[in-house]
């Protein structure tokens, strides 16, 4: 859950690829997990890389693997 926070941090700063990795390596760990918490990082996550998503296949993709964790914790 810190990796989703710190994502969240450096997108706010402009470090996109930075959050990028950080996000990604949340979800990596986030793997098989399920609660309240977590979905509301993940929920937090694709929030934050809505209006950046068009600037970056890399959080396209990301953005899709945060929806399917949504959809298979629910």
């Not at 990028?20 to 929030?47: H, I, K, N, Y």
């Amino acid at each position: 859950m810190t990796l989703g926070y710190l994502g969240e941090v450096l997108a706010r700063t402009g470090r996109v690829d930075e959050a990028s990795d950080a996000w990604s390596a949340s979800l990596d760990a986030l793997q098989g997990v399920q609660s309240g918490r977590t979905r509301a990082v993940v929920q937090q996550m694709r929030s934050a890389i809505s209006p950046l998503r068009a600037r970056s296949p890399q959080l396209a993709k990301l953005d899709a693997r945060a929806s399917v964790y949504l959809i298979t914790t629910a």
